[in-house]
Each structure stands twice: as structure tokens, then as C-alpha cells.
């Protein structure tokens, strides 16, 4: 495997399309986070002109991050961001094809992956899917460097539109690729190919012992 | 002098805190173990950063996670401990406490299910499990929050009879269900018997075992030696993005029942979130894991 590659954001066609199946990036520039599910249909009641979506997602970094943003101590305006984690992917699957699609999103991430048709719509806007390190909030904290904007604050702190600028993001491993092949997709299919195999290995086991 | 309100409120409250920040010792131990023996390069780097994570946290007092889940306790009361304590209301006090005065804030994951309003408080929360402990003069008290990204995954089945295959096979199909999604490695509880309440609790007490203790039932250590081995051969990896470790452990519990028998599947992920203090009466306070 090669070396942890830096790469910058927003992330280039020719970049996207660079990037194998398990490889690792960190990254640099500006992306937008939320672990919001009411926040993804109201990203999508924007796409439908019902409100105005505050943020530019058009090429743009778009990750599963939830993170707790309060008021600055020191009574400045803005907010600030204490922490940011990844959660689930998969919790977006049915909206994530039209918010992939629409924006024709560079990056997206989160743990846990996305399913098909997901990995379809990054294969035909050459988006890749990246992996965070669950439990990783330290380490993936550690790379804010700046508060752009957050969006929503009427809704609670993980819902928020958060817009950050990060430096040396990650390590985060590429595990749907811009032509929308899936790492998840080809070990969930090992995994059942293997059943049979695995129940074998343990009638064997189990025999053994009488 | 008896065990009182203000020390089972502090308590709750400071083990709480704890878990979230520090992953437990035998956990990192496994990880470590893992990594050593992890044939995928990805794998490798991916262990590699969890216990990069968890030393960061551990040093610099941070949450390791910023899910902190949902508050459960286990309190085991010891039948010789002396105690004048209201000690629902004194672990709801703590909880309490934790969120108004924990730095850096927590979030916002209590959710009524009839609304999905989510808030710090909800109803039957925290969630206690009440024991006792024969002859003991502590109460016990345990702190193992449950997140999303494991607590969905979990799963009962009611079979008539099964067999062991049956009931393994069954166990498989669950880790597989959850794939990639539960931040793997993970520790698995298991119940099989006793009734579908008690089951549940049977699997859940489960991961709350150290990891590397070997069960004291011969049945149950070869069930947890097959099924180790059976979850890993599935390949989904740490993070389930692919490699030799899928489960840092399965643990398994059992109770007779009728001739119905539950079997149920808990995980915990990698952080394994776990705290587990005694207090005496004599107001020491014992600080086990």
C-alpha cells in the first residue's frame, strides 16, 4: 500500500478518480459536516426550492460528522466547535443518491459505509466514499483548524450545517471509489460467501470436543 | 456510618464521565494484541489509530467518542453493605449533575421514541438494572453507556429447541447483519435461555466481562472459542473496511428455561465503554476499572 497521500479540497476530478479502494488520505480545506437525519431531508426539501440552503455544496466535501458547537467563551460572535466524530452512513442511504447527485459531492464519509445505489450515484459524479475512524474524536478534533459557519442553529448541535476548514484531516481510507465500487459491498459478499464455510469449520470444532 | 445519597450521586455522575474518556485496559491490551497479529495492512493502521485515539483522549481528559450514548448503570447491592440511601433518585440526581456540569458539554442523544425529541432527560432514564450480591459489604456500581453506531445492531431470536448448531449459526448471521456498521472490532454478548427479558440482560451483562477471562463453563468457553474465530473469518475488519479482526471477543451467558429459548446478541464497539466502582460504607470509594 502506498504511503498516506495528502489531498486538497475541494478535491479535483482527476484526484478523485486517482484514488483506489483502500487507500489512505488525510485532508486539507474546507468541508461541510452533520449526523442529522432531519438535516439531510431538509438539504433535500432545499434541493425542491422549499427553503434556501445556506451552505455551497457543489463539488464539496460532505461528511457524516456529528460535533458540538456552543457559543465562544470569550463573548465574540460565532460559534465554536469543541468536538466532531463520525456516525453511521448507511442511516442516510435513502436520501444520500439525490444529495450526491444534486451537488455532484466530491467527498463524502462517515463510518459504516453507503449502500449501492449510493456507491451508483458517487460512480456517475466520480464522488468518493471515505471511512472515519469511529471514536476518533481527539485525533479527527485535532484537524479544525477554523469555524466557517454554522448553519441551522435552530436545530440541536449534531444537526447543524457545519461548515470547517481542517488541516491534515484523517488518516481516512477510501472505501467507495469514483467509479463506484465499494469495499463494503465486496467484504459483506465475502462474508456471506464464507458462511458456508465458517458453519463447516464450526460442526468441525464442535465435534472435536464430542 | 451508612453508604449515602451524595456518594451514589457522585458516583454515577464520575464514572460516567470516565468512560467516556478513557477506553479499559484490557480493550486496549486486545487491540494491541490485534494489531500484532493482523495480516491486512489497513487493518494494521486502522488498530493503530484507535489506540492512537484512545491514549489521546486518555491524555488530554477528552472524549473519545462524541457519542456519549445513553445512560445505563448495573448496581449490585451487597446483602452485609450498610446503606440509607434513595438510590434511584440519587443515580438520576448524578446524571443530572454529569450534564450540567461536565466540560466539554455532552450532546443530546436521549430521545423520546413516540416524538424523537431529543433532550439530556427522557422517561426511565437513567437506565438501572438493580442486583444483589450475597454477602458483600459494597455496593457495586457499573457504567456502560449505549451509543448508536453498536446499539442498533443488537437482536433476539426465539427457537423451540434448537440445537447448538442452530444456535451458533444464528449468532453468525447477526455479526454479519451488522458488517461493517458497528465500529468492529467489537465485544459480543450473548444469551441463550432464561426468558426473552432475561436473556436480553444475560447479553448485555455478557460484554460487560473483562476481555481474555475464560468462561467458567466448558460449554460456553468452546462456544466462545468457535464463535471468536467464526466472526473473524468473516473479513469486515476494524472500522469494516477489511482484516482478521471482526470481534476482539464473544462472550456468552445461559439460563435454563422451557423447552422456548431466547438467544440474543449484544455488541459493544471498540471503545468498549466500562466503569465499574465499589463504595463502602465507611465512604471509600474503590475504583475498579
Redesign the interface.
Known sequence: MAEIRNCRLPLSEEDAASLRLGDMVTLDGRIVVTAGIPTHKRIVDCIHGKETLPVDLDHAAFFHLGSLSREKEDGTAGLDVLYMNPTTSTRFNDVMPEIIRHFKLRCVGGKGGLDAECARALGEVGGVYLSFLGGGSPLLSDAIRRVVDVAWTDMISHYRLVTLEVSALGPLTVAIDARGESLYDQIADQAVNRREAILESMRQARSRIG | MPITDRQIAELSRDLYSWSLRK?PDDTKAALRSARDAETS??AR??LN??L???Q??ED?D??????SGVPVYFVRIGTKADWDADIKTAIRDGFTELVETID?????HVTNPLTLE?GYFGKDMPIVTYDLISGADYIEIVCSPKA??SG?WAAMELFTLPT??TI??YI??VA?KA?????PPVVMGVGIGGTFDYCAKMAKEATLRPIGSVNADPTLA?LE???T??VN?????P????GDTTALAVHANYAAGHAFTPVAVSFN???NRRTRARIYGDGTVERIE
Do not use: N, Y
Request: charged share 20%.
Open positions: 477506553v495492512e489497513t493502521k486502522t489509530m484507535m492512537t485515539s484512545a489521546a483522549a488530554g477528552r472524549f473519545v467518542c462524541s457519542d466539554p458539554p455532552i450532546l443530546k431529543r448508536l453506531g442498533r447448538m448448531e451458533e449459526a453468525l448471521d454479519i458488517g461493517s456498521q458497528h465500529c468452546a472459542r468457535r464463535l474465530d467464526a473469518a468473516t473479513g469486515f475488519g472500522m469494516g473496511t477489511g464497539c471498540w471503545i
